[in-house]
């Protein structure tokens, strides 16, 4: 079992940058694939970008391609999502998501494959 806390979120102006971390708990999380995913009031579920087990892969998802990076670090236990360039459409709430496998679904970010789940932290971007 993994629990997942994110944080870093908050209210940020358009064209600045932000950076969201992702604290997890249990001894295997070296092993499990990482994702941010967001959700705007009114709308599904999107994915962000994902990670491989061994930051190997990266995958980041249309809306922030170019502006989005992802990375963790396995030794804290930790994976982090940077955004630079932010829009006002970048508000939602972000999720910080860990899958117990590797796939071509996990990495783009087919949210059935993706097992445990964080709260949430909000993110507002003012224009």
């Known amino acids: 079992q993994v629990q997942l806390v994110e944080s870093g979120g908050g209210l940020v102006q358009a064209g600045g940058s932000l950076r969201l971390s992702c604290a997890a708990s249990?001894?295997?999380?070296?092993?499990?694939?990482m994702g941010w995913f967001r959700q705007a009031p009114g709308k599904e579920r999107e994915f962000v970008a994902a990670?491989?087990?061994?930051?190997?892969?990266?995958y980041s998802g249309e809306r922030v391609a170019g502006r989005g990076t992802i990375s963790r670090d396995n030794n804290k236990n930790t994976v982090h999502l940077q955004l630079k360039s932010v829009r006002p459409e970048d508000t939602a709430v972000y999720f910080c998501?860990?899958?117990?496998?590797?796939?071509?679904?996990?990495?783009?970010?087919?949210?059935?494959?993706?097992?445990?789940w964080g709260q949430g932290t909000q993110v507002t971007v003012s224009s």
């Open positions: 998501a860990a899958a117990e496998t590797e796939s071509i679904g996990t990495m783009t970010g087919r949210l059935t494959e993706y097992d445990y």
């Open positions: 249990g001894p295997t999380f070296s092993g499990y694939t």
């Open positions: 990670i491989s087990w061994n930051s190997g892969g990266t």
